[in-house]
């Protein structure tokens, strides 16, 4: 790494220190955990009301596909119960409960960009409210669409095959499309909280370091968070019944740290082209 790049880094991480990033990673975990019910729960009435229900735990399964599955199997499962046993109608008051739940979760990833890019967001409550809930009705409607998809797919590319059989040894290629689908989803949605949620930011096209950043130690945190848990952590010993939710929590707070850090490191950059540091 060259000289500025030390600089940069050194600086994001005051930075981050100061701007309390350990403790706002915990509240980002920990809404984004209780988020994730409320949001399937809307998720299974939005589905229910236009005669989709089997799509909402394909919604499921499609969300956790970006985490290990040793950390998401567990929480997979409570949250498929849920989700099936939610007889949630459409605009009802529980519906509507369950969006602003779920809309907390982009609030506090919101006030946590805040500080990372160090702007005092004088924007209406009102409006801050009302495009956390546009968030959510934003993913609930993309989720549904790209469940469907993802159902449709397979059983339109088997019929493909059976008509053209030389695609057939592309039959693996073709089914990790699914894995660089999730992919695509993360990348969309680190670039849209990065762009609309802030008060303040850099230009849409210097956010791209902070995002791969995110991106890059994000996988490379699952893969060693997986080998810890396979090979030293007792967790169950430790936290009973809750390990579970220990565990999620723990991987969604290092995922809050990243995406936290890569908005530090694109303000530490803002800087440094400034001259400021």
């Known amino acids: ?7 940069v880094v050194k600086d994001a991480f005051q930075h981050f220190n100061a701007d309390d990033g350990w403790a706002m990673a915990s509240h980002v975990a920990l809404s984004g955990l209780m ?4 949001f399937l729960i809307f998720v299974a009435a939005l589905a229910g009301f236009v005669g989709q229900e089997a799509l909402a735990a394909r919604v499921a399964e499609i969300l956790f596909q970006t985490w290990p599955s040793e950390i998401a199997s567990p929480i997979a499962a409570q949250v498929e119960q ?7 109608q459409l605009l009802t008051i529980a519906a509507v409960v369950a969006i602003f739940l779920a809309s907390n979760g ?3 990833t919101r006030t946590a960009l805040n500080r990372a890019y160090r702007v005092v967001d004088r924007r209406s409550i009102f409006f801050l409210r009302a495009q956390s809930i546009g968030f959510v009705l934003a993913g609930a409607v993309a989720s549904l669409i790209l469940a469907f998809l993802v159902v449709v797919g397979p059983a339109a590319l088997d019929r493909l095959m059976a008509v053209v059989p030389v695609l057939q040894p592309f039959a693996i290629e073709i089914h990790v499309v699914r894995l660089v689908v999730s992919a695509l989803i993360l990348i969309v949605v680190l670039a849209a909280s990065h762009v609309f949620l802030p008060a ?12 791969l950043f995110t991106l890059v130690t994000w996988v490379i945190s699952a893969a060693v968070f997986v080998v810890y848990l396979q090979r030293f ?12 939710v220990f565990t999620a929590i723990f991987f969604l707070y290092v995922v809050a740290l ?3 850090f890569g908005a530090e490191f694109n303000a530490s ?3 440094l082209r400034h001259g400021s540091i």
């Open 82 to 88: 849920v989700v099936n046993q939610a007889h949630v």
């Open 258 to 260: 990243l995406l936290i």
């Open 200 to 211: 303040g930011r850099p230009r849409w096209y210097e956010l791209w370091p902070g995002i």
């Open 35 to 38: 988020a994730i019910f409320p």
């Open 106 to 108: 982009v609030e506090a």
């Open 269 to 271: 950059l803002g800087r």
């Open 233 to 244: 952590a007792n967790l169950a010993a430790t936290y009973a019944g809750l390990a579970s």
């Open 1 to 7: 790494m060259t000289r500025q790049g030390w600089i």
